[in-house]
């Protein structure tokens, strides 16, 4: 298990994903822009994989998203706001995807990590779409209106997974590379030395 326990791992990862969140305001504002080119389901299975069953499994890229998204919002909407229709959805998601991390990249390796990325883009696929159909805004509450939902996602499920495999392959790649050039952020906290009456 690759899972960082200490505090200097524990900051290590938590400021690597909201220097990585911080891409999205690189992300065009303007109409027909990449959709779902995001790093946030990258950043969910990172925190899984480095964090395990721990609430910073959840808390780290939930924060992130949160921040990242109060500022792209503000350009886009001019206003500091993260709440939207179906807004709630994409929590579900990315806790889902957070504890996909946990459980399949409990070692670090490229093929695990892209399996990943797929399951990722996968599942905010399906439950994101799911969410959409659900508000009845755009298409009808039948199984008809669900099975046009999820075709006229497709398009966007290709940039999703563009973008997990991408920001996976960096964040991962890279700090395991930080991990092997400082061994402090490896280092697992020693076990306590029972005390010995004399």
Not at 20 to 35: K, W
Not at 80 to 103: E, H, L, M
Not at 144 to 161: E, K, N, S
Request: glycine residues 10%; aromatic residues 18%.
């Amino acid at each position: 298990m690759r899972k960082v326990s200490d505090g200097i791992g524990t900051f290590a990862v938590a400021l690597t994903v909201f220097l990585i969140a911080l891409t999205r305001l690189l992300t065009p504002l303007y109409e027909g822009h990449a959709m779902n080119f995001s790093p946030i389901g990258a950043i969910c299975l990172f925190c899984g994989a480095y964090y395990g069953r721990s609430w910073l499994t959840f808390a780290v890229p939930f924060l992130a998203y949160i921040f990242s998204e109060m500022l792209v919002n503000a350009g886009q909407l001019g206003k500091f706001t993260i709440f939207y229709p179906g807004w709630y959805w994409q929590y579900i998601a990315f806790g889902v995807i957070a504890i996909t991390g946990s459980f399949a990249l409990k070692k670090i390796r490229r093929a695990r990590v892209f399996r990943a990325s797929l399951a990722s883009a996968s599942i905010f696929f399906v439950i994101s779409n799911f969410g959409v159909w659900t508000t009845g805004l755009i298409y009808p509450m039948t199984f008809g209106g669900l099975g046009a939902c999820y075709v006229a996602g497709i398009p966007y499920f290709w940039q999703t997974l563009a973008s997990d495999v991408l920001f996976s392959s960096a964040l991962f790649g890279a700090f395991e590379l930080l991990r092997g050039g400082m061994p402090a952020i490896s280092r697992q906290p020693e076990a306590a030395i029972p005390a010995v009456n004399p």
